[in-house]
């Protein structure tokens, strides 16, 4: 977080700092002007300035204050998505945004996908309602497959991970897929069990996608896996749109 922040601070810093100097050489022309005592003395000095290369310092400061307003506005989006994402240790069920608690899980690991060039395609349904959830866990899930795709694709020349997400019979599917080497049959049925990893030692636990599992079961939902070798990898997630009456059910069910 801290390398995702200092990217676009670094970057203001950056173009404030050439707009400063380019102003000064502005100035220093203005106080020359200031400094002449009669009108044939600024029209001289006025004839030996470079128009060309003062308009272009001009180009260069706009050019900059539009690099400050970008670099402003990315630190508004992280801290944005901080929030969203400062979830993770709610207990409670809220109704939430699903692309929000994506996005903010993307924003998480920005810098590791970039580093990869590996290219995000969205296809976000728009009828998606907002569902309940405990977002700070559903945060993890998304954390956890979103990483690991990440991982498998590192050495992949044109890498990609598509997210989407579709509304069906009032439950959220969402669906995380790359295009990386894929997973055998055997591999893919041992792949939610507690402490199964493929990473070399010291690069994974085993552990986030069996909590993962654990996570989509608490939500009353479920987490597919498909998988085609030498093609890629796709994890489907499902969940009911109103937890609260999944849980009314069961409670009812139990009490009978």
Do not use: W
Not at 212 to 218: N, P, W
Request: charged share 25%.
């Amino acid at each position: 977080i801290a390398h995702e922040i200092n990217n676009p601070i670094n970057f203001v810093l950056n173009s404030a700092n050439i707009i400063g100097m380019n102003f000064e050489e502005i100035k220093e022309i203005m106080d020359e002007v200031v400094d002449k005592e009669d009108g044939d003395q600024i029209v001289d000095f006025m004839n030996t300035i470079d128009i060309e290369e003062l308009q272009e310092s001009m180009d260069i400061i706009i050019e900059m204050l539009g690099n400050l307003k970008y670099g402003a506005d990315r630190v508004t989006e992280i801290v944005k998505g901080l929030r969203t994402f400062s979830r993770f240790d709610e207990a409670e069920i809220k109704t939430v945004d699903i692309h929000e608690n994506i996005e903010s899980s993307l924003l998480i690991l920005h810098n590791k996908y970039s580093d990869q060039n590996i290219t995000i395609n969205k296809d976000f349904d728009t009828n998606l309602p907002e569902i309940e959830c405990y977002p700070g866990q559903l945060n993890q899930v998304f954390v956890n497959i979103i990483n690991n795709a990440i991982d498998v694709l590192s050495e992949n020349d044109r890498p990609v991970i598509e997210i989407g997400t579709k509304y069906e019979s009032d439950k959220a599917l969402i669906s995380i897929a790359d295009n990386g080497s894929g997973i055998s049959e055997e591999i893919k049925e041992k792949i939610f069990d507690p402490f199964f990893t493929t990473k070399d030692v010291g690069k994974g636990t085993g552990l986030g996608l069996s909590i993962s599992h654990s996570i989509i079961q608490q939500h009353n939902g479920e987490i597919k896996v498909d998988s085609i070798l030498g093609e890629g990898t796709k994890f489907t997630i499902v969940l009911p749109k109103s937890l609260y009456s999944v849980k009314s059910d069961e409670q009812a069910v139990a009490s009978n």
